[in-house]
């Protein structure tokens, strides 16, 4: 019988194994899909700093109902982390927008959580321009710096985003990010050690710690394009569905309150004593709540 730290780590290298690689812009993305063809398609985006393996508790069941389909964002997990790179929010939806071209996707849902939801606002607000490349469905949304008055960052990502950023990269170790993650998971829904020993594998992937500091402007791009990414969450021409652990510090109760106030007929599942990785930590609860949501739209 496996140990749990065992379990941990024969489910990232089967999820490294079963995925394939494409090329894009140079680089090697890698790519994740399941399910039968004939189903409806179902985008997962991540969040900063892990990678698509965080979808790994809730992949199976969905894969039973859905097309699933998602990728290590670029600088991210087993994806290529060239340096220098423009990394940006508009390149990373730029890439979802060509693998799912590639795939021959032509409608979908979205499922992002943190940074993946900023990516899942500017596809909305092309989608709400009419110039998405393919047809959105509806988009559910985990924890994420919806709006950046709302946005409570770490320290460490504060210091990632200063002309510190270079030395703080270098200083990060597998012991300081444990630390950070288990600040932002719920009190009873705390990470174990080997969880965080598959988090840090996959930022460490490539040397991705030396491009934290690049990956990390997307805060300042938060604040630079709140307009357009907030109006296209208040315009949207899609269902919405926001599914929030309450615990989270950076992006719980908080921003709920917010999205209320902002969100006309805000449809929002609320997951008491969870912090800001509700598919890890509240997977059965996050799957009940996008199954429920999709069969309704």
Same mark, same amino acid.
């Given at each position: 019988?496996?140990?749990?730290?065992?379990?941990?780590?024969?489910?990232?290298?089967?999820?490294?194994?079963?995925?394939?690689?494409?090329?894009?812009? *140079?680089?090697? =993305?890698?790519?994740?899909?399941?399910?039968?063809?004939?189903?409806?398609?179902?985008?997962?985006?991540?969040?900063?700093?892990?990678?698509?393996? !965080?979808?790994?508790?809730?992949?199976p069941t969905l894969a039973g109902?859905?097309?699933?389909?998602?990728? !290590?964002?670029?600088?991210?997990?087993?994806? !290529?982390?060239?340096?220098?790179?423009?990394?940006?929010? %508009?390149?990373?939806?730029?890439?979802?927008? !060509? %693998?799912? $071209?590639?795939?021959?996707?032509?409608?979908?849902?979205?499922?992002? #959580?943190?940074?993946? *939801?900023?990516?899942?606002?500017?596809?909305?607000?092309?989608?709400?321009?009419?110039? &998405?490349? %393919?047809?959105?469905?509806?988009?559910c949304l985990l924890n994420g710096?919806?709006?950046?008055?709302?946005?409570?960052?770490? &320290?460490?990502?504060?210091?990632?985003?200063?002309?510190?950023?270079?030395?703080?990269?270098?200083?990060?170790?597998?012991?300081?990010?444990?630390?950070?993650?288990?600040?932002? %998971?719920?009190?009873?829904?705390?990470?174990?050690?080997?969880?965080?020993?598959?988090?840090?594998?996959?930022?460490?992937?490539?040397?991705?710690?030396? =491009?934290?500091?690049?990956?990390?402007?997307?805060?300042?791009? $938060?604040?630079?394009?709140?307009?357009?990414?907030?109006?296209?969450?208040?315009?949207?021409?899609?269902?919405?569905?926001?599914?929030?652990?309450?615990?989270?510090?950076?992006?719980?109760?908080?921003?709920?309150?917010?999205? $209320?106030?902002?969100?006309?007929?805000?449809?929002?599942?609320?997951?008491?004593?969870?912090? #800001?990785?509700?598919?890890?930590?509240?997977?059965?609860?996050?799957?009940?709540?996008?199954?429920?949501?999709?069969?309704?739209?």
């Amino acid at each position: 019988m496996m140990t749990r730290k065992e379990s941990f780590s024969a489910s990232l290298a089967s999820w490294q194994s079963e995925g394939r690689f494409f090329l894009w812009k *140079d680089q090697r =993305i890698f790519t994740q899909c399941a399910g039968r063809t004939d189903n409806e398609a179902l985008l997962l985006i991540h969040g900063f700093p892990t990678a698509s393996w !965080d979808w790994e508790a809730i992949w199976p069941t969905l894969a039973g109902h859905y097309r699933l389909l998602t990728l !290590d964002m670029m600088g991210f997990g087993f994806s !290529d982390k060239p340096r220098p790179y423009p990394y940006s929010i %508009f390149d990373q939806a730029d890439l979802f927008e !060509d %693998f799912l $071209r590639e795939q021959k996707i032509v409608s979908a849902h979205v499922l992002a #959580h943190d940074y993946g *939801d900023t990516v899942a606002q500017e596809l909305l607000a092309r989608h709400n321009e009419g110039r &998405l490349s %393919f047809e959105l469905n509806s988009v559910c949304l985990l924890n994420g710096g919806l709006f950046p008055e709302t946005h409570h960052p770490l &320290l460490v990502q504060k210091l990632l985003l200063s002309p510190l950023g270079p030395l703080a990269a270098k200083l990060i170790t597998r012991r300081g990010m444990a630390a950070s993650m288990r600040k932002i %998971f719920g009190a009873a829904t705390q990470p174990s050690d080997a969880l965080l020993d598959a988090f840090w594998q996959l930022l460490d992937h490539k040397h991705g710690r030396a =491009i934290m500091p690049l990956l990390i402007r997307y805060m300042e791009e $938060r604040r630079q394009h709140r307009q357009r990414w907030v109006g296209a969450l208040q315009q949207s021409q899609v269902p919405l569905r926001l599914i929030n652990g309450l615990a989270d510090p950076i992006s719980g109760a908080h921003m709920v309150r917010r999205y $209320r106030e902002l969100v006309h007929g805000a449809d929002v599942v609320e997951l008491e004593g969870v912090g #800001h990785y509700p598919q890890v930590e509240a997977a059965d609860e996050v799957v009940r709540a996008v199954q429920e949501f999709l069969a309704r739209v």
